[in-house]
């Protein structure tokens, strides 16, 4: 069965996986999705047998129809191997009732590693089927871990270039020092006086910019995107819900068919929409729990069927989540929406119009399969407490938003014996100075003298990612306002 991927805004054509991967957003402003999902047709028994790497290629080969499975192979086989630091590559930890699936064993030790490891490959790869004829240039929005698992992924790959932005003050400082000390003669790095919303919003309108478009296409360039807009972002994520399924059935925690909960860290609505595309490949999930910060307009979304993004923006302990608005979000809305394209594209208008929006009542029934709610600073910190008291085990800020949801969770619906799995989205060195004041330990000025005690404490080694930014010089140090954001690509392809 062939897979096409069509935007959700209706206009502009249905074209393939690779096509779709290599221009990451649709010309209409839209985001690509599957005309169908495909259903994973393979016993969960059989798939309990498999590697990390060989679990991906049947989950990818089905979503990504176009690529042989020579080349899906090639992709997995260079994408998920030494740079992660354990075989399992996503593993799952047992603490405070729950299984916490740790997705942060990649190079940047977080989430973005398990697609932004693959995507690179990805993208090269659909470059040479579909004979493109210009040096692709990522352009990425960050709030704080996408932009450097990016860098990471496309360094020194040929055919690329990859321009970061983010939030100069809105990152946490290993965060910031990742991205400036990052190598690379292809890698370019711009902090901007603006939050991340500002940035993702410019960004996307660059991509939308025909005049852009031209000017650097005869400069020999053309834009792509890295952020989980790009359908092959989502792809990959789909494999690890899978997985840590697999992984429990393999060791006896949970029998075949067994529904089992998913309680996901959320900002841009990527990584829960993958356990939403699992959950309809035939992946047995009961809740999908979606767990926001104070910037909790999903949470509303959810209880008022409103998405309303006229709000202060909180920054908090967990930045990666500082978001308002949810780009991934748009893909759910077109599927409730009954894949009507046009109700898609009048909802978004309203919101960039009006700042809001609301679905229908019948659309509303749809979002059965979820459960909002969210978590303010102090019970995100409680959360880190609690979990290390009762298991020894340090989470970061991230997720124990999923942890203190999880908790609200049990508490509303009683439903505390589904067997859950949490997303484990940071390591929690990226985000050490909130998480040793969550557990009330001395803040050490040092960023890396308090690093060390968190290894004391927590009993984990420090990860070579932390390692190597201690001495790394500052590569990067380019500030520029969000409305110059062109310009600043336009110096960086030469193209003034
Ligand atoms: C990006 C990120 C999130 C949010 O993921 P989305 O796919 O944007 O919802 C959560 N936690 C961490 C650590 C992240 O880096």
Known sequence: MEVLYRSTRGQGETITASKAILKGLSEDGGLFVPTQIPALDIPMA?????????????????????????????CIANAYDEKFDTKAIAPLKEANG????????????AFK??????????????????????E????????????????AGFADVPGTKIIVFY?????????EKQMVTQKGNNTYVVGITGNFDDAQTAVKKMFNDPELAAEIGKAGYQFSSANSINIGRLVPQIVYYVYAYTSLLREGKIKEGQAINIVVPTGNFGNILAAFYAKQMGLPVHKLICASNQNKVLFD???????????????????SMDILVSSNLERLVYRIAGNDAEKCAEFMKSLSENGEYTISEDMKAQL???????????ETAEAIYNVYRSSDYVIDTHTAVAAGVYEKYKNDTKDTDTVT?????????????????????????????????????????VPNAVEEIRTAPVLHDCVVDAVDMPNAVRNILGCN
């Open 113 to 134: 590693d398990m697609a932004l490891s693959i995507l690179p490959h990805l993208m090269t790869t659909a470059a040479k089927k579909n004979h493109a004829e210009h």
């Open 301 to 319: 979304f959810f209880t008022t069927g409103t998405y309303d993004k006229k709000r202060d923006f909180v920054l908090t302990s967990s930045p």
């Open 46 to 74: 059989e798939l309990a047998k498999m590697s990390y790497q060989e679990t991906a290629y049947e989950v990818m080969s089905r979503m990504l129809t176009d690529f042989t499975g020579e080349e899906l192979k090639t």
């Open 421 to 461: 799995v949490i997303a484990s989205t940071a390591s929690p060195y990226k985000f050490s100075r909130s998480v040793m004041s969550a557990l009330k330990e001395e803040l050490l000025e040092d960023d890396f003298a308090l690093i060390d005690r968190l290894s004391e404490i927590s009993k984990v080694t």
């Open 167 to 175: 939030p100069k003050n809105g990152v946490s400082a290993i965060q």
């Open 98 to 109: 729950a299984y916490y699936l740790e997705l942060f064993h990649g190079a940047t030790i």
């Open 136 to 151: 692709i240039v990522i352009l990425t929005a960050t709030s704080g871990d996408t932009g450097k698992a990016a860098m």
């Open 368 to 378: 059965a399969d979820f459960y909002g709610n969210y978590c303010t600073e102090e």
